[in-house]
């Protein structure tokens, strides 16, 4: 259960921002083992007889893009920063967010260079802090940097709920979204809440990630995000049939080969440490586009750790390239724009 001292951010400090989280959801008291699981049995058990949650558009929001790897340490967080700035400097007009999904270990904070609870709107939702022109909420920004978050499950999918529908996200053309590793709870709760436009699948070319990154990108399939080419071994007409099934016309746009080679800053040879085009081939297999590569480079990752990543300290650089031509591929890819 939660603990009173770490609780404090949230019952206390936090009901500024956090409307309806300071009450039973977030209690320090320590009810019995017994009455906690009656009580889990009693919400799943209403949950699973209401069906499917009905997909709802976050409002003022026209595209939303989730960023996905399955495994943890590919550098999707990274990815998904670089990219939303990316976004953003393809083209000036377009408004861009980005809502940070890990529950468990936020780092949208530390990478964007923002700290401090949000403000409230008149209408009693959160106001997302903003630097570099991109609006974000996360879950670091409501608890104290060290705290950890030991929740159950059906608490984190209430705190993905209240971060999706609880934000004053003003109007955004497009919302990317930093999913936690893995294929749990909070990817069925965003999967399944609101429509996603379209899934990218980050992964670096060792052979350990992409077990994890197919199951990343099954994953979506299952929970009706359909691929953009189809379902291997099912054919183009099941895919058709398939959307028009679906609640929301989504799809995966494709993968992110992240830390692809990496050049000694001496002599400039190249070395594929983790292995050389298993994204592609993993692409290839599942009927999907390679969206691009990022290498393997130490500005990158100094960058992010400083608060400002190299799309904006480093524009013209190489690797800032590399994530601009990704965002590129990405909008070629989406449907057209909701007026």
Sequence with gaps: MVSRAWCRPLCAGAPRCLPGWGSAAFSSRSPSSSTSDEILKEKRAQIMSRGLPKQKPIEGVKQVLAFASGKGGVGKSTTAVNIALALAAHDSTKAVGLLDADIYGPSIPKMMNLKGYPELSPKNLMRPLKNYGIACMSMGFLIEESAPVVWRGLMVMSAVEKLLRQVDWGQLDYLVIDMPPGTGDVHLSVSQNIPVTGAVIVSTPQDIALLDARKGAEMFRKVHVPSREGTPGLGIKFADHFWKRCRARTR?????????????????????????????????????????????HLHIRETCDAGQPIVVSQPQSDMAKAYLRIANEIVKRLPPTPA
């Design 252 to 296: 995966v746009l494709g993968l992110v080969q992240n830390m692809s080679v990496f050049q000694c800053p001496k002599c400039k040879h190249e070395t594929h440490i983790f292995g050389a085009n298993g994204v592609r081939d993993l692409a290839k297999t599942l009927g999907l586009d390679v969206l691009g590569d990022v290498p393997l």
